[in-house]
């Protein structure tokens, strides 16, 4: 890749952490979130243009508390710390950190006192967003603090000479809404960063890098149909066109028409290669009986991988085992990055205890071919845009997220061809209301569970006794957390009546209000 400017971000366990990764990337600065005790030789390798250093759930007097290595301080490089990060660099450098007593949460006020290259054109005061126990109680030799908060008179510090400067808040959240300028006056005219990561300088980037890597060798990927598989497709497609062959595998949990859209998509319109294997009967058998849901995704993990080796083999004809398939060298993945940014494993740091369960098609592990993921640098709203680059539909690029083990984690209970059809039928109701009313690409989820359980009801003169079906509508920044949407009542209203009057088998219809957590977004 060529050199960008770079902005390095030492992840101290903040749940915050890829916020901030992200903020720098939207000024068009690429962010590299790296773990928080990376050697400064490694750091002064990468050549980056500043460092960031991140919140975390620690004090810095704790027993295990994550340090940086100390050199970092002597890089010359400028340095910002946010919330814990600004405790480390005032602790490293000289300072002194206490418990605050008070906790400091929530919305604040800050106050400049002093002008500061952080805060050109922002004004005297500023809506900021706090989270921190410990506070700072005396500045390292050299610094001096430029603005406080009602609870922190060192809310924001600063040694101009060596480019430090600390934030007790922070910039990153949506709560303190100037803090992208902030930001961006900290990447461009403290770090000197000029704004050159664009998603088209990545695509020609990364698609001359994939043709040097692969050379006239065969590519094959496994395509879902979501966002990620499908960007990974157009984007190998672009790079070296028909040496790619794309495996999809309808497992016979999908949605309405969804095996369909894929193959008009890739095989009709992007005229890429195709391997369309319908599994569905495979899968059913062997879910039939089974209730329990994590058995429910085991099978059918398990079963992808089956599926997809037996199509590798007989695509180029031969009985090799275990994809080692000698026309294949390389197996293409839409892996992203925050599945490769390693999480601090600290305790109290959420984003490294919601570890995601489900990564989808999992490949055995004693697989011979080469990875190829060329997203792994991409978060998913880049990816998104990347998509939208190489003329893929709004549908599948902005499409919601749907869990690898389909339509079978919602139907709670056993998975019958019936019980699929009676979902499908009600959930092409939700998506299809959400649409007309503008909601579909607002929100993070939408779409219908099938309960097994019955219930009382009546139509026309007679007495009814079906299955219920829960709609659940979810707003999220990433999965992690989830609110449910408080959508118009007439709306709500139109899914209820179409789903119990048009899907035979339900005839009652209720909402998920339950955020996450306690809940999960998924039934199972
Ligand atoms: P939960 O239900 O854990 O879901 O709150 C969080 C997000 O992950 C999706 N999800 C999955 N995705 N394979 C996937 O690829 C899975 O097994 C799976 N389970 C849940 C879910 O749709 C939501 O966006």
Not at 86 to 95: E, I, N, R, S, Y
Not at 374 to 391: I, S, Y
Not at 461 to 490: F, H, I
């Amino acid at each position: 890749m060529a050199a960008h400017s770079r902005v390095v971000i030492l992840d101290f366990g903040s749940q915050y952490t890829q916020v901030i990764a992200r903020r720098v990337r939207e000024c068009q600065v690429y962010s590299q979130i790296l773990p928080h005790d990376t050697p400064a030789a490694e750091i002064a390798a990468l050549n980056p243009k500043g460092i960031i250093l991140s919140g975390g759930p620690s004090s810095v007097y704790a027993k295990k508390a994550p340090h940086p290595d100390r050199a970092i301080f002597s890089l010359g490089l400028p340095v910002l710390g946010i919330c814990y990060g600004v405790q480390l660099m005032a602790h490293f450098l000289g300072g002194k950190v206490e418990h605050g007593g008070k906790r400091e949460y929530g919305h604040g006020q800050l106050r400049l006192t002093h002008k500061c290259a952080l805060f050109d054109g922002l004004g005297k005061t500023m809506d900021v967003w706090n989270s921190h126990g410990d506070k700072l109680t005396k500045l390292p030799k050299g610094f001096r603090a430029i603005g406080r908060t009602d609870n922190s008179e060192y809310a924001v510090i600063e040694e101009p000479k060596r480019r430090f400067y600390g934030l007790q808040f922070h910039p990153e959240v949506v709560h303190t809404p100037r803090g992208k300028e902030l930001l961006e006056n900290f990447v461009y005219e403290i770090c000197g960063a000029a704004p050159d990561w664009t998603m088209g300088s990545f695509i020609e980037e990364t698609c001359a890098g994939i043709r040097e890597k692969v050379g006239s060798d065969h590519v094959i990927l496994g395509l879902s149909g979501g966002v990620d598989s499908s960007v990974a497709a157009a984007l190998l497609h672009k790079a070296v066109g028909d040496q790619l062959t794309c495996v999809f595998v309808n497992n016979g949990l999908l949605r309405e028409n969804e095996a369909e859209n894929v193959q008009r998509v890739f095989g009709e319109h992007f005229k890429i290669k195709l391997k369309y294997v319908d599994a569905s009967d495979r899968f059913l058998k062997k879910l039939k009986g089974v209730t329990d849901p994590e058995k429910k995704r085991k099978i059918i993990g398990n079963e992808f991988v089956y599926v997809f080796d037996d199509a590798v083999k007989s695509l180029a004809g031969n009985s090799k085992s275990k994809i080692q398939n000698p026309k294949f060298k390389w197996l293409a993945q839409g892996t992203l990055y925050p599945d490769v940014i390693e999480s601090v494993a600290i305790a109290g740091n959420p984003a490294a205890l919601i570890k995601s369960h489900h990564n989808v098609g999992g490949l055995p592990k004693n697989m011979k071919l080469k990875l190829l993921e060329p997203l792994r640098e991409l978060f998913k709203d880049e990816v998104r845009e990347v998509g939208a680059q190489l003329g893929l539909p709004r549908e599948i690029v902005q499409r919601q997220p749907f869990p690898g083990p389909g339509l079978a984690v919602r139907i709670l209970g056993e998975i019958t061809p019936e019980r699929l059809r009676v979902l499908r039928e009600a959930d092409t109701i939700v998506v299809s209301e959400m649409k007309a009313a503008d909601w579909y690409y607002k929100v993070w989820q939408s779409f219908a569970v099938l309960l097994p359980v019955k219930s009382v009801g009546v139509m026309g003169d007679e007495r009814t006794y079906e299955d219920t079906c829960a709609v659940r509508v979810v707003e999220s920044q990433d999965g992690m957390t989830a609110d449910w949407v408080r959508l118009p009542y007439d709306l709500l209203a139109r899914i209820s009546s179409r789903i119990v009057n048009e899907v035979k088998g339900i005839n009652r219809c209720v909402y998920d209000i339950t955020s996450k957590p306690p809940g999960t977004i998924e039934w199972e």
